[in-house]
T-cell receptor
Framework: DGGITQSPKYLFRKEGQNVTLSCEQN?????MYWYRQDPGQGLRLIYY???????QKGDIAEGYSVSREKKESFPLTVTSAQKNPTAFYLC????????????FGDGTRLSIL | AQSVTQLDSHVSVSEGTPVLLRCNYS??????LFWYVQHPNKGLQLLLK??????LVKGINGFEAEFKKSETSFHLTKPSAHMSDAAEYFC?????FGAGTRLTVKP
């Protein structure tokens, strides 16, 4: 079955360390998204990409970076500049535009050591 | 600017009673709207979608929602709650999600 795979499921970051969250999809979708989920705040958009080698900042991009070198992959790096990285991170995709239902991975929970 | 507002952060119902989860939206054009369900430590699963066809939309697990343009609402309902419905529910439009409504079902 097609879907989105996020890894790892749990991740711990040390002070001053960059960490990378993986997101892979085999749905042949053009658009991919990264969201941060904090209790009571819903999902907030970090970055999105509608085509390979192109991506745009979302509402809370500071302290994060992404790349989109392949259609299937959209990794998210949480840099040391992100001072409050503890959250649940969700990756999603749509066939092309944002006005379609989003398919989600099972998330990565990032915590500070 | 687009926005989505879920009017209740927490709803508690008894098993077998109706469920109503409220969502209002703001958009300058006719939107596509979606409801998702999330179980703990999982991603979101699509329940139903409105894409400008019928205003009453039926989804999975007995849920349905009605698009009301005059009220800019897209409320989610279910006639009879089941224990397995306990979860968090999100209303979605474009790249905007509501803050979520946690549904508790009491035996």
């Amino acid at each position: 079955d097609g879907g989105i795979t996020q890894s790892p499921k749990y991740l711990f970051r040390k002070e001053g360390q960059n960490v990378t969250l993986s997101c892979e999809q085999n749905l042949n979708h053009d658009a991919m998204y990264w969201y941060r989920q904090d209790p009571g705040q819903g999902l907030r958009l970090i970055y999105y990409s509608q085509i390979v080698n192109d991506f745009q900042k979302g509402d809370i991009a500071e302290g994060y970076s992404v790349s989109r070198e392949k259609k299937e992959s959209f990794p998210l790096t949480v840099t040391s500049a992100q001072k409050n990285p503890t959250a649940f991170y969700l990756c999603a995709s749509t066939r092309d535009s944002p006005g379609q239902p989003q398919h989600f991975g099972d998330g990565t929970r990032l915590s500070i050591l | 600017a687009q926005s989505v507002t879920q009017l209740d952060s927490h709803v508690s119902v008894s098993e077998g009673t109706p469920v109503l989860l409220r969502c209002n939206y703001s958009s300058s054009y006719s939107p596509s709207l979606f409801w998702y369900v999330q179980h703990p430590n999982k991603g979101l699963q699509l329940l139903l979608k409105y894409t400008s066809a019928a205003t009453l939309v039926k989804g999975i697990n007995g849920f349905e929602a009605e698009f009301k343009k005059s009220e800019t609402s897209f409320h989610l309902t279910k006639p009879s709650a089941h224990m397995s419905d306990a979860a968090e529910y999100f209303c979605h439009m474009g790249m905007r999600f509501g803050a979520g409504t946690r549904l508790t079902v009491k035996p």
